[in-house]
């Protein structure tokens, strides 16, 4: 499942997610599944017919991510690969930042993180013309709807998903993002 929040020139992409790591840390060894969120670029195209044609919108480059992962062979809410990703180096996600308050309330965290997109903005060392102020307003007024909506994805993770089943059907929509 992919839903995406487009706003001027920022998005929030959320998807559900399966993967085995096949050179994993230690410690990380196995499969993992959860939802990701990124805050994304979002391009806008000059429309290519009347004033009535749709406007081409590309998701382009993740400025930020968000794990809320387990381990499949792990206890369902224990959030143990729980991290986010405080920098991107293009496409890549920089190093893995695991903290407390994300694993322990992670919808909380969540929230407040994306109430909060000027802040996020500077702590990834992005520049600060990434997001207009309807971005920043937007963001804030939609954080209670994303959230919910990672939290059923959560929810439908964990109630699809045992370690069997993950490598049947979960492998096969592993994340869009």
Known sequence: MLYLFGFEQIGVAV?????VDPNPERGQEGA???VRLELRRLEQSELKGS????????????LWRVDLLESVSGTPGSFDRTHHHPGMNGWEPG?????HALSGEPLKWLAERLSDLEGVLKEVGADP??????????????A???VEIVGRLLDRVRATATPDEATTST???ASWL
């Open 15 to 19: 998807s559900d997610i399966y993967f």
């Open 32 to 34: 993992e599944r959860g």
């Open 51 to 62: 004033i009535y044609s749709a406007r081409p919108i590309t998701v382009e480059r993740p």
């Open 95 to 99: 190093r893995r930042v695991f903290d």
């Open 129 to 142: 013309g990434e997001a207009t102020p309807a971005d920043v307003t937007g963001l804030r007024e939609r």
């Open 144 to 146: 209670p709807e994303i």
């Open 171 to 173: 492998s096969l929509r």
